[in-house]
T-cell receptor, first 112, second 115 residues
């Protein structure tokens, strides 16, 4: 499976935008970029996913570099409830379609 | 409400005992998964099942066993052969279709402590 690299931790202030980076230089053409987040002592939850184009949903936006070797999860206005570990995961349509390989993710701290 | 339930939330066992963790879903999903999470680490896949009566080993299956007799249930047994069973165990489910989406829905987890 192609690997992702994320910063161990990031800090933000409440109501400010947050940009969470992810590097995936070995991404293949069939890899989708998925983001999940895990609130303290809970199971992860899906945030967003994309292939080549930028994506928006009610939770966040995903900006994907033109060469697809990196992507950025954007929280437009961080709230205290957004404090969590954010995981960037590559998932191929073929092969082990059902697997999600979680790294250590980025621990986001939101200051009031 | 549709979702995944795991019970119990906290579980304590003595070393050498087998223990079974429950996972039930009412989302009508074909695929179910078990993950293990250690402090400060990401999730690691133990077993997964794409359909009833079928399951495959994940990355760290040694010392664990599963069954999938019903679509909605995927219990995990932590056997005495598992060297370091103390961890946070998470169950998940998803549709089985080959789409880009296939969001995995996670349960609240069971925190197992072996004394």
């Amino acid at each position: 499976d192609a690997k992702t690299t994320q910063p161990n931790s990031m800090e933000s202030n409440e109501e400010e935008p947050v940009h969470l980076p992810c590097n995936h230089s070995t991404i293949s053409g069939t890899d989708y970029i998925h983001w999940y987040r895990q609130l303290p002592s809970q199971g992860p939850e899906y945030v967003i996913h994309g292939l080549t184009s930028n994506v928006n949903n009610r939770m966040a936006s995903l900006a994907i570099a033109e060469d697809r070797k990196s992507s950025t999860l954007i929280l437009h206005r961080a709230t205290l409830r957004d404090a969590a570990v954010y995981y960037c995961i590559l998932r191929s349509i073929g092969g082990s379609n059902y697997k999600l390989t979680f790294g250590k993710g980025t621990l986001l701290t939101v200051n009031p | 409400d549709g979702g995944i339930t795991q019970s119990p939330k906290y579980l304590f066992r003595k070393e050498g005992q087998n223990v079974t963790l429950s996972c039930e879903q009412n989302l009508n999903h074909d695929a179910m998964y078990w993950y293990r999470q250690d402090p400060g680490q990401g999730l690691r896949l133990i077993y997964y099942s794409q359909i009833v009566n079928d399951f495959q080993k994940g990355d760290i299956a040694e010392g664990y066993s599963v069954s999938r007799e019903k679509k909605e249930s995927f219990p995990l047994t932590v056997t005495s052969a598992q060297k370091n069973p103390t961890a946070f165990y998470l169950c998940a489910s998803s549709d089985r279709g080959r789409s880009s989406y296939n969001e995995q829905f996670f349960g609240p987890g069971t925190r197992l402590t072996v004394l």
